[in-house]
């Protein structure tokens, strides 16, 4: 047997070092001219195994070396599109992508961008387009990123990847017209979906997927999805229902787990949140949602430091989780450190804008007495999602802090709940102003109305809480015992039930 080829099975029993070894020996042998066939016949083939071996065994920057000199030995020569169909699976179109990958591991962007450059558009493949628009996406050329995605597409016209990140220029027709009818029938439904996700639309989108997973039935991707947009959508206990579920058919799955444990954190339910935490750390300690889903743990236990590190080792992993820079920027919030908060709520909006990182910059402006930023923040947010109310909210908070502004303030609020009744940050919203000027009663009142849409721990001790200020002990008391009924770990209900029960009895 030939050298390369014991290497190559070395490699794929799991015998790395081996594998190195006997590929470095068959790198070493005499030439080919000698009488000692061991010598590899293809150079290209034997440095791209020995970057493979270098690659499993965590040795990223120095495969990138003999992934390059796999490409400057092969005879193959890229960007000739005549050569096109024959070039797939060549030996050096492999170590080109190998070389990219590494690089990319190794944040060397500009070596990946060089060589994926060099190669014509017409003659790139997807992986090599793939690749060019992560090198993009990771440099902020968003443009560039979008036309190597649009390329893709043209190649192979079912890459959904590739269809995702184009939706916000793209209609769904236009992307979804080079494929053939059977795609279409579930395809559509699903970009309208995401679609609806893109723009920040949740309750919409959770719909849309809710609907597709009824005619899927079980389908994990398609439960996660329903399950997290719920939770966007300001549903926890929904979406918590369809992530229970997507446990309970593959309890291995990571996607969508870290907001799992953010919910349960969230609930302070730490016997499922560590059942939950460690599962995942079984499945992966190398994957991003498991580190978060673990900083949410610590977090949940007020163990911020750690939770921060863990913060911290995520992004090590995944410098685009966008998630992680979330909760980061939470805790530096939560733990009175506003300042810090900033750069993780901007870095967080770079990736992904949604709603909750519009909302943790604008506090965090707040919170700092920047409130021209702050207002600039909801004012971009309404600009890129004006029908989505959690948007019209973070307007009227801002609002509410400029004393000339109270009635836009309501308006806005009054306006988010026109569009979504159960919006609950509306309707606190609403609260707070009244709050502000002490009318007690009109804010019970107005939370009472609202029975019909929520039945949750945070709402019933909202109003318990009013009627704690109406002095109506009695009513008060059997709100938070609503509360705790829901949730008993749930510490904001807790702690009014006690002082109550303190001024019920005169101390």
């Given at each position: 047997?030939?050298?390369l ?13 081996s ?36 690659v ?59 060589v ?82 893109a ?80 599962s ?12 978060v889903?673990?900083?949410h ?12 590190r ?32 900033i ?81 609950l ?83």
């Amino acid at each position: 047997m030939q050298l390369l080829s014991l290497a190559q099975e070395l490699l794929a029993d799991g015998l790395a070092k081996s594998a190195l070894l006997v590929t470095g020996i068959a790198l070493s042998s005499p030439s080919r001219g000698g009488k000692d066939e061991a010598r590899p016949a293809n150079d290209s083939e034997a440095y791209t195994l020995f970057g493979d071996c270098l690659v499993e065994l965590g040795e990223t920057r120095r495969a990138m070396s003999y992934y390059g000199r796999a490409m400057s030995s092969s005879s193959v020569q890229l960007g000739r599109p005549s050569q096109r169909s024959s070039q797939r699976g060549s030996s050096k179109e492999d170590s080109v992508t190998k070389f990219c990958k590494s690089a990319l591991a190794a944040k060397e962007y500009n070596a990946a961008k060089s060589v994926l450059e060099s190669i014509p558009e017409q003659s790139r493949t997807v992986a090599q387009n793939r690749l060019l628009a992560t090198v993009y996406e990771a440099t902020g050329q968003k443009s560039l990123a979008l036309s190597c995605f649009k390329c893709i597409l043209k190649i192979q016209p079912l890459a959904v990847e590739a269809m995702l990140p184009l939706l916000k220029e793209y209609s769904i027709e236009e992307l979804t017209k080079l494929c053939d009818n059977k795609a279409k029938s579930w395809l559509y439904l699903y970009l309208k979906a995401s679609k609806s996700l893109a723009h920040n639309l949740y309750k919409q989108a959770a719909s849309d997927f809710e609907h597709l997973e009824a005619e899927y039935r079980n389908n994990v991707h398609l439960l996660t999805m329903t399950g997290t947009s719920y939770i966007k959508a300001g549903c926890p206990c929904q979406g918590s229902q369809y992530l229970s579920q997507v446990r309970k058919i593959d309890p291995e799955s990571l996607d969508g787990m870290d907001q799992y444990a953010g919910y349960l954190s969230s609930q302070q339910q730490l016997f499922p949140l560590n059942g939950l935490v460690n599962s995942m750390m079984e499945v992966s300690t190398s994957r991003p949602e498991s580190l978060v889903a673990m900083a949410h743990h610590c977090c949940a236990k007020r163990d911020y430091e750690n939770a921060l590190r863990l913060l911290d080792q995520a992004v090590l992993l995944d410098p685009r989780f966008a998630p992680a820079y979330t909760l980061k920027g939470t805790i530096f919030l939560n733990t009175k450190r506003p300042g810090e908060a900033i750069p993780d709520f901007q870095r967080s909006l770079q990736l992904c804008d949604d709603i909750a990182s519009f909302k943790g910059l604008m506090e965090s402006y707040l919170a700092v007495q920047r409130l021209k930023e702050a207002l600039a923040t909801a004012q971009d947010a309404v600009k890129k999602v004006p029908s989505n109310p959690h948007a019209l909210v973070l307007g009227g908070i801002v609002l509410s802090h400029f004393s000339d502004c109270k009635d836009k303030a309501k308006s806005a609020f009054e306006k988010a709940l026109l569009i979504d009744p159960e919006c609950l940050e509306a309707l606190f919203g609403l609260c707070s102003i009244l709050h502000n000027d002490r009318k007690w009663s009109e804010s019970a009142k107005l939370l009472e109305s609202h029975t019909s849409h929520h039945n949750s721990a945070v709402y019933w001790t909202r109003l318990a809480d009013v009627y704690t200020m109406q002095e109506d002990h009695a009513s008060a008391l059997e709100k938070y015992n609503q509360a705790l009924a829901l949730n008993p770990n749930y510490e904001p209900a807790l702690r009014g039930f006690a002082r109550v029960e303190k001024l019920v009895a005169g101390e």
